[in-house]
Every structure is written in C-alpha cells, then in structure tokens.
C-alpha cells in the first residue's frame, strides 16, 4: 500500500472540479478514497467547498468522514446542512459517533436532527446516550452489539445474531444476558458452531467476561482494556444491565488526548489547541501561563531587592541567580513528571513519605555532583573560595527543596482528586523560582556572614 | 466486574503459600486470575519467590504472564530458569511475544532454547522474526494470521482456515495471496459463508487491503491503524510478500510508549525510567540535562560579568534576571512543544517560513501584553519611568526570539531526521536562558546609553 499523501497538486485539482461543479468526476474521483482520507481534504478545504463536497458524496462515506473532521471545521459544515440533511448522515453512523456529532449541535435544532432519523431505533438508541457524561464509560460507549438471551436454545441465537450483527461493524464477542438484561457471561463463535442447535445457551456460555460500569472514567477504561488486551468491554449499569459497548478504537483515542494533554500542561500550554489554530486562540492557551511566570519573576526580582545590600561586596552571588532559578526549576519538573506518568500508569506504590524521603535522597545525590562541579568553576572563575563555598551550598539546598516541591504537590494534588499534571510545568517552575532565590540568598547570606 | 487490585493482604498470603510450598492451593487459587494480574503480583515478590510461583503455574498462563512483567524481574526470573523450562514458555507464545524474549536473553543460551522448542514450525517462525530489527514493523509483527491462495475455491480455503485459525487467537482478517505468496487482498468472513463452495478464491475476494511495509517505523504503523481504525495490519517485504500481521495490542503499546518518551525529553529526562527504579537509575537519567542546565547557568553568569559596570547605577536590570530567563524558557517550551505535537501528529503543513512567521506574530502579541504588565509593575515599584521602558522593550525581543528558536529548531532537527522532542525541556530553555540574558542587557544598554 502507498500510503495516501495529501498533496498541494490533488487539492488544486479538486478544488477546481469544485467551482466546476462537476460533481460526477468529483464523486468518481472520490469513490476509492478512505473516509479519513476524505476528512484530511475536507479540513483543508474553504467550507464552501466542504459543504458541496459533503452534500455530493454519499452520507455512507461522508458521515464517518464528518467524525473524522477537525471539530471547528465539522461545526461549520453542519452549520450549513438542513436537519434533514443532517439526519441522513447521523443514519449511517454508529450510535456513539452519532450521539457525539448531536452533542455539538446547537440545542435549537437537536430536536428537529433526531425527529428527521427514519430509523426510530437507531433515534432511541442515540437519544438514550445522550444522556451519558461525556467524560464517562456511557459517554464513550455505542450502542451497536451483539447479545442473546441465556434461556434461548443455540438455533434461535444463530437466528437472532444474523440480525443483530446487520448493525455491527466488528462484532469480536456475543453477550449472554438474562431476561432482565443483566450481563451474564459470554459465547465463543467456536463454540456455537460445534454444539448442537437444540442446545441451551445456558449451558454452553462462558460465565466470565471483563465489564465497565457505566460511570466509570475513559482513563479507567482505557487501563483495563490495554492492560487485559481486549478489543472490546461490554458496559453495564448500576444494576448490572448491558448497556453498551465500548471498542478498542476509541480507547485509542482516549490514550492519545490523555497523552497529549499531558504534554501540554507540562509545556505551559492550557486548552486543546494545535499548531493551526489561529493566533487568537494560541495566544488564549499560553498567555495565562506566561503571565503567572511574570508575577514569578516579579515576586523573584522584589525577593532579591531585599538583599540589595549584598550587591556591593558580593555581585558574583547576582551573577548566579539564573543558574539557581534554572536548576530549582529543572529539578522540580523531572520530580514532577515522574510522579505525574507514574500516576498515569497506575505505577506509584508505597507511601507518600518514603516517596519523598527517596526524592530527597535522589536530589541530594544529584545536588552534591552539581555542587562540586559548580564550586570549581566560581572558585576558578573568580578565586574566592568563601563565597563559591556559600554558593555551591545554597545550591544543594535549593536542589532538595525543588525535589521536594515537585514530589510532593502532584502526590498532594493526586490525593485531593485534583489532576496533577497542572503541578509541571510552569506552575511547578514558577514557584521554584522564587523558593530557589530566597533559599539562595537567604542561605549564602548565613554562611558569608553578612 | 469488580477489578482486580493487588492488596498488601493477598500479597502476603501468597508469600505465605510460596514459604509453604503449598503449591497445589496456590495453583487452584491463581488459576482463575488473569494472566496480566498474575504479572502484577510477580513484579512485587522477590525473585526466588516469582521463580517458585512460575515454575508452579502452567505455561500456558506464566508465558503470557512473563511478557508483561517489568523487564528486570522478567529477565531475573529467566535466569533462573533451564533452556528447556524457557522453552515451554516460548511455545505457548505467539511468535511476536516469544522473539522479543529470545531478544532479550544471553547469546550463550539462545542456541540452546532454540532447540528445545518442540514445535519445529514455531521455532522457525521465532527464528525468521529474530532478523528483524526491533524498531520497525518487522520487529512488532506476529507470525501468526489466516492466509488463503487466490487459487483455491472455497472448500480447500475453508478447510485450510480451521487449520490455520487454531494458532490464531484473534483472526480479524484472511488474507488473500498469490502462489509466490504476494499479498492480493482479503476475504471477508460474511462473503465465503454466502458464496458456493465451488467458487475460487480469485473470483470472491477484495482486491484492496491496507498494508505496511516490513520496513516501516512502528510510529509510522500506529498513525496508519490508528487513522484508518485498523485491527490489524498485514506486514509485507520489499518484493510484496505477506510476512507478517500487527496486531492493535500492540499498536497501544507503541503509542504509549512515544507519549511517555516524549513527555519524559520535555521533562528533561533521559532513557526509559519510571518512579520505582533505583536512585542511582533515576540519576542517571537526570543528571546529564542537569548538568546542561548547570553549563547555561555558568554561561549566562559569565554574560552577566561582561555587564558589570552596570550594576551600581542600575542595579534593577539584575533584580530581573530570573524573570527574563524564565519567560525566555517558558514561550520558548510552549512553542516548541506545539511544534513537536504538531508533528508527533501530522498536524504540520506549510512551509517552514510561515510558521515561523506565525510564531514571531504570537510573540509579539503575548510580549506586548506582557510588557505593558511589567512596565506597570516596575515604574510603581521603582518609580524610573526610562528604566522601566528599557526592561519592558527588552521583554518583548526575550520572547520573540525564544519564540523563534523554539520553532525553528524542532521544524529543523525534524528535516535533518532528528527526533525534534530532544529540542524539548532543558535544552530549549537553558539555550533560551542564555540568548534571553544577553539580548536583555545588550538591549537595555543601548537604550539606557551606557
């Protein structure tokens, strides 16, 4: 397989059969392209030429390509298309994608999207998951599975799969639930083929399946899944009720914006933008972080006017203030970060204080070898050994300190249920600043005597 | 179901069992426990324990087990253990699983588990995946998946299946070759059951299947299954033959293993470690961007002397040195970062130029905000209206050359095929740190007239 490139000569191309109108190259030209592949032309498309684009090709193809659009692209094309039209896509769709899609609708014209869905069981099945919190288990779950009544015989159940699985793309397990729809158990393909068709499905299930509840978090989920390498967990309400599905494609999902939301925490960055958003909405996710560091440094410089009477006999100290700042910072986010991904990953064992006590250990290994290094160089530098003596010393403190913080305010977050990943990256940096600069000062002080 | 959790108390009863040598109740009572919870509880017994409880289980659930352990108890464990008693293990895994253990034991014993693989077919299969290096598709792959010849009709196909399928644990798709064993295409299981069994393959098939090359970096194949919300995909060789089949599983693993390398460069930590490796592993890891950091921070010291003159009739200039080198730092590894995610996804189209563009506008947009912030602060602190001016402009060049450096060096590494997440955390902002200091005197001096 070439993988496909979008390039700058196709999109040319297609825009001009676009203002062509010449909609039955467009659709033939189209017709062997990948949905996803569609989506990666349409976001970059003028969205009157998306909209065209969308309205010409069949709503088979152009409604997972809808799923697969950047979300402010997407809004805008609905933004263009009739209820009716938006209905005929949201037809094609499975339940999930098309319960996401009428959750960025405008609240006006919900009601008219979901009367216009011919199939009213589909409509039902979409409207039931509306009602789900996106940031759950329900919010992330389709509808679209295949289950049969433990009290059926095996041929009823073949009978009954053969409809069922009309509707599911991938059906990698059948369910066994009870007359109240509780979950039960499972059934293997194999199985089923080798038993007799009188057989009782009761006595030929698996009763052990992997499940999630409803309210469970998608990080939650994601965990399981990858940890217990399934493909697919049923879902299931307070009282055990099958209520969905949820497929290993999504979790993929999952794991990627959890990853890269992450990552931009501990750059500094808030909200999800990426590199094309416009100017406006970068400058929204990166000033407030940029102005907490002003009032860092701020608080910084008015910490080191109180010191202002060391200036004249030891200005090498002020010399070295945007080492101190640096390491306490560099030393607080690899701290933080590992405590952060170790939470990811469900890999922090033990208890908060031998946490710390191992941080401290760590800081003061690291600390000492800096301060060596550090006590050669200003001694070298500028031959005075009493103050680079104060300064390698206050280095080290800083160093364990900075450990300290970043240790112990994402595990101290954690516990309060708080994310921790706002604890890296400025924040972290920020206040170890200040903390660096007046352990600093306050320390070389002490020792030079002043 | 309730999820499994490892309590301190089943730890400790189980210890208990392996001191008893009870093996008969540890057996029943690890039996129902899933492999990957076995793993669990193996990563926090002590070596001689983990060996015992292995060697007690069946192979079947210890194989699968030792592929999720930690790698350092894992290979611990191995070394207790004879060729023959690997051996046993290796059979029961698929091939992908049982080559990366092979990669990981001595040379001396490879040889020697090799031969001791009863199944001669698998062995061959372990040995053929051995060639390929671990860092491309071919060395993610699995041996094992379903595979037909376009020539046979669809009694031979369906018969060869059932073979076929008893080695498979999930089969997702059959795959059509030629006689020289060239991927054609892939059969759909609906179409065979619905098409005469007199019907040829040739004539029943899809001729259209995503594939990879056997050279393909294993970032390139998660992007790929993850885009298209592929399953599995079939690996070919550079002449098209079918080699080999990914499976999403692993993809996963792929995926959260580029996040956290990424997250853990931003970080400025070095190498794979995780919160519960020794201090002396975890130093390693920090240490050397540590010393970076020291090696700036001595850098912009000595920048700093070259102003000394300065210091008596401006001693405000040097109050704001860790908040010029800590915006400096900051807009430099918000920039940075996008750039990174931008690529890690795809996300970045355009020239080089643009973007950069782009970049100095945001600079200049979130620097002037800034400015007129600390404009503010400083004239009602200090009361010097031209000093205050002086700091404020030189801002304003701080962020927009940290803005420039951040973009320009990830886009550049990236073109020179250079992992641009090195350009992430210390290295960004300890360069940052020094450019910032010097073009902040440099240009508060001219202005001051000095």
């Known amino acids: 397989m070439t993988p496909f490139k979008l390039t700058e000569e196709l999109l040319v191309e297609i825009q001009q059969l676009i203002s062509e109108e010449a909609h039955d190259q467009l659709r033939e030209m189209l017709t062997e392209f990948h949905y996803a592949d569609i989506a990666e032309i349409v976001n970059d498309l003028e969205i009157e030429e998306a909209t065209y684009l969308i309205k010409q090709?069949?709503?088979e193809k152009t409604s997972d390509a809808l799923t697969e659009l950047d979300e402010d692209v997407r809004e805008a094309i609905l933004g263009n298309l009739s209820p009716k039209e938006i209905a005929v896509e949201l037809e094609e769709l499975d339940t999930d994608d098309a319960a996401d899609i009428i959750g960025e609708l405008p609240k006006s014209i919900v009601q008219e999207v979901i009367s216009e869905i011919d199939d009213r069981e589909h409509a039902k099945d979409i409207v039931d998951l509306l009602r789900y919190d996106e940031s759950?288990?329900?919010?992330?779950?389709?509808?679209?599975?295949?289950?049969?009544?433990?009290?059926?015989?095996?041929?009823t159940c073949v009978k009954e799969m053969r409809i069922q699985a009309e509707n599911v793309t991938r059906v990698h397990s059948i369910y066994v639930v009870d007359d109240e729809d509780k979950l039960k158990g499972r059934l293997s393909l194999k199985d089923l083929l080798t038993t007799s068709t009188r057989a009782n499905i009761r006595d030929v299930y698996i009763n052990k399946v992997d499940s999630v509840n409803v309210n469970e978090k998608p990080e939650e989920v994601a965990k399981i899944m990858s940890k217990y390498d399934l493909e697919a967990i049923p879902v299931v309400d307070e009282i055990g009720r099958l209520v969905g599905r949820i497929t290993i494609d999504d979790i993929v999902d999952v794991i990627r914006e959890e990853?890269?939301?992450?990552?931009?925490?501990?750059?500094?960055?808030?909200?999800?933008?990426?590199?094309?958003?416009?100017?406006?909405?970068?400058?929204?996710?990166?000033?407030?972080?940029?102005?907490?560091?002003?009032?860092?440094?701020?608080?910084?410089?008015?910490?080191?006017?109180?010191?202002?009477?060391?200036?004249?006999?030891?200005?090498?100290?002020?010399?070295?203030?945007?080492?101190?700042?640096?390491m306490a910072g560099n030393v607080g986010?690899?701290?933080?970060?590992?405590?952060?991904?170790?939470?990811?990953?469900?890999?922090?064992?033990?208890?908060?204080?031998?946490?710390?006590?191992?941080?401290?250990?760590?800081?003061?290994?690291?600390?000492?070898?800096?301060?060596?290094?550090?006590?050669?160089?200003?001694?070298?530098?500028?031959?005075?050994?009493?103050?680079?003596?104060?300064?390698?010393?206050?280095?080290?403190?800083?160093?364990?300190?900075?450990?300290?913080?970043?240790t112990f305010v994402p595990l101290f977050l954690d516990k309060r249920g708080i994310d921790p990943a706002i604890a890296t990256g400025p924040f972290i940096t920020t206040s170890n600043d200040i903390f660096g600069i007046l352990i600093y000062f306050s320390i070389a002080k002490l020792i030079l005597g002043l």
Request: net charge negative.
């Open 57 to 59: 090709l069949d709503s």
């Open 136 to 155: 759950t288990a329900g919010g992330l779950m389709a509808k679209e599975l295949v289950k049969v009544n433990e009290n059926w015989n095996v041929l």
């Open 259 to 326: 990853a890269d939301k992450d990552y931009q925490m501990a750059a500094g960055i808030s909200q999800d933008v990426d590199s094309d958003d416009s100017i406006w909405e970068l400058t929204r996710a990166r000033l407030p972080w940029l102005i907490l560091g002003l009032f860092g440094g701020a608080a910084a410089a008015v910490i080191m006017g109180g010191f202002e009477e060391m200036f004249k006999a030891y200005t090498i100290l002020f010399l070295f203030t945007p080492l101190i700042a640096a």
């Open 333 to 406: 986010v690899q701290s933080s970060a590992i405590i952060v991904q170790g939470l990811a990953n469900d890999d922090i064992k033990g208890s908060i204080s031998n946490r710390l006590i191992k941080e401290m250990l760590l800081a003061l290994l690291n600390g000492f070898i800096l301060s060596i290094l550090l006590l050669l160089f200003t001694w070298l530098w500028k031959g005075d050994l009493m103050t680079s003596i104060a300064i390698s010393i206050s280095l080290i403190a800083v160093i364990v300190v900075a450990g300290f913080i970043g």
